[in-house]
C-alpha cells in the first residue's frame, strides 16, 4: 500500500492541490475561460470605445482567418514562412554549435574572437536585413539567412559559456581513471552543455521566425509577413490580426517540438529529473 511517507513527491503535489483546491482541468478550464472574457469584452468595446477600423472584431477576424486557411495563397504564404523559418533555424543551430564548441574548446580563439563576435552580436539582426537582401535578393534565401544568424549567436553563446564552465575536475577525474577524449566528451561535456543547448534552442526558435517575418516586412513576394505588410497598408485589421494568430500557432507548434525534443535528449541521455517512486 502507498503512503504518503513512502512517495514524498505524490504526497507534495496532493498537498499542494489541497491548499490550492486548483488541479489541471480547473486551470485548463480557467485560461479558456479568460480567453472567453477577453473575446467578449474585445467584441463589445470594438466600434464603441475603440474604432473598429483600428481593433476589428473577433467575429471579423474570424472570417478572415477562415479566407486564409481555405485559400491556396493562404497556404502558399503559411509553406513559405514555414519553410524559411525551417531552414533558418537548421542553420544557425549548425553554425552557432561549431563556432561555440571551437572557441570554447581552444581558449586562445575564444579569447581572440569573443569580443568580435560580441560586437557583431550587438548590431540589430533586423538592420542587417537590407544587407541580406542585397546579396542574397528579396527570394527566401535572405529571410533564411536572417533567421540563422539570429539563431546562430543564441546557440554559441550557450555553448560557449558551458564550455568555460565546465568543472575542470571532473575532466581531471575522468583522465585519471584512464578515460580519453571521447570518455571526456560522453561523461562531462555532453551532460554539461545538454541543458543550456536545448535552451538555446527554445529561444531561438522565436527569434527565426522574428527574423523571417521582419525580411518578409521589408521585402518578399510572398509569406506571413508580407501578408501583414499588404493588410497594414490597407488597413485591413481583420487580416492582420488573423496573420498574426498564424504566427502564434507556428511559435506555439514550434515550441512544442522542441520541449519535446528536449525531454526525450535528456531522458535518453539520463538527465531527466526523476520521479519519486511509490514504495509500498
Known amino acids: 500500500m502507498v503512503t504518503a511517507t513512502g512517495n514524498p513527491g505524490k504526497a507534495a503535489r496532493t498537498a499542494a492541490k489541497s491548499r490550492t483546491g486548483w488541479g489541471n482541468g480547473r486551470v485548463v478550464a480557467a485560461r479558456i ?3 472567453v472574457l477577453v473575446l467578449a ?3 463589445v468595446v470594438s466600434g464603441t470605445l475603440i474604432p473598429a477600423y483600428a481593433i476589428s472584431k473577433p467575429t471579423e477576424v474570424a472570417v478572415a482567418l477562415w479566407q486564409v486557411l481555405t485559400s491556396p495563397s493562404g497556404w502558399t504564404d503559411i509553406g513559405t514562412t514555414t519553410f524559411e523559418v525551417a531552414i533558418g533555424f537548421g542553420l544557425g543551430v549548425v553554425a552557432g554549435t561549431v563556432l561555440g564548441l571551437l572557441l570554447g574548446t581552444f581558449p586562445v580563439a575564444g579569447r581572440v574572437l569573443e569580443p568580435l563576435i560580441a560586437a557583431i552580436n550587438g548590431i540589430p539582426k533586423i538592420a542587417l536585413a537590407p544587407l541580406f537582401l542585397l546579396f542574397f535578393g528579396i527570394g527566401t534565401l535572405s529571410k533564411i539567412a536572417i533567421a540563422a544568424i539570429g539563431v546562430a549567436f543564441v546557440v554559441f553563446y550557450n555553448l560557449y ?3 568555460r564552465q565546465r568543472e575542470r575536475q571532473l575532466v581531471e577525474i575522468v583522465e585519471l581513471m584512464g578515460g580519453r577524449g571521447l570518455h571526456t566528451l ?3 561535456t555532453i551532460p554539461t552543455l545538454a541543458s543550456p543547448f536545448f535552451a538555446a534552442l527554445k529561444a ?3 527569434l527565426a521566425i522574428l527574423g523571417v517575418i521582419g525580411g518578409e516586412f521589408i ?3 510572398d509569406g506571413v509577413g508580407h501578408e501583414l505588410f499588404d493588410a497594414a497598408m490597407a488597413l485591413d485589421a481583420p487580416s492582420e490580426f488573423a496573420g498574426l494568430i498564424v504566427l502564434v ?3 506555439l507548434v514550434l515550441n ?4 519535446q525534443l528536449d525531454k526525450y535528449a535528456l531522458k535518453r541521455l539520463g538527465l531527466a529529473p526523476r520521479k519519486a517512486r511509490a514504495r509500498s
Not at 512544442?256 to 520541449?259: E, H, P, Q, W
Open 256 to 259: 512544442g517540438l522542441l520541449t
Open 33 to 35: 475561460g479568460v480567453i
Open 204 to 206: 531561438g526558435g522565436p
Open 219 to 221: 521585402a518578399s513576394t
Open 161 to 163: 559559456l558551458g564550455l
Open 249 to 251: 500557432v507556428l511559435t
Open 41 to 43: 469584452a474585445w467584441q
Open 186 to 188: 560522453l561523461y562531462v
